[in-house]
């Protein structure tokens, strides 16, 4: 396969990949619930997916001779899709973030407020 070829298919591959990040992005704002095991195993299967295409660009870009227009415009679509999935990535950590971390927050017992004389005598000790 040609190194076009391979950066195309890599785009492709790439483009799979945010796909799921925005069905992952929609689903994680839509639930106030972890990620569920079919989807965990979709994002792992791509994860294999995504390795073995990589590894496919990097052979192919060792035997390459010269970088052409096509080749340069073929790089910069895959790394502007690689770049969009990065952001949605980030913003999918932290919406998982909120949501594995909210319950706990909400169900931990909070310490009551010190009462007007122990704050007092608090204060006076070190005044």
Request: charge should be positive.
């Amino acid at each position: 396969m040609s190194f076009p070829d391979t950066l195309t298919a890599h785009a492709e591959v790439c483009g799979d990949l945010y796909e799921l990040m925005l069905a992952e992005n929609r689903l994680l704002k839509a639930s106030a619930h972890a990620l569920e095991e079919p989807f965990l195993n979709r994002k792992r299967a791509m994860l294999v997916s995504l390795t073995n295409s990589l590894e496919k660009v990097r052979i192919s870009a060792r035997l390459r001779a010269s970088t052409t227009p096509e080749m340069r415009a073929a790089m910069e679509k895959v790394q502007q899709i690689i770049l969009k999935t990065l952001l949605l990535d980030r913003e999918n950590e932290q919406l998982l973030l909120k949501t594995t971390l909210h319950p706990r927050i909400g169900s931990s017992a909070s310490a009551p407020a010190p009462a007007l004389h122990q704050v007092q005598r608090a204060y006076s000790q070190f005044s």
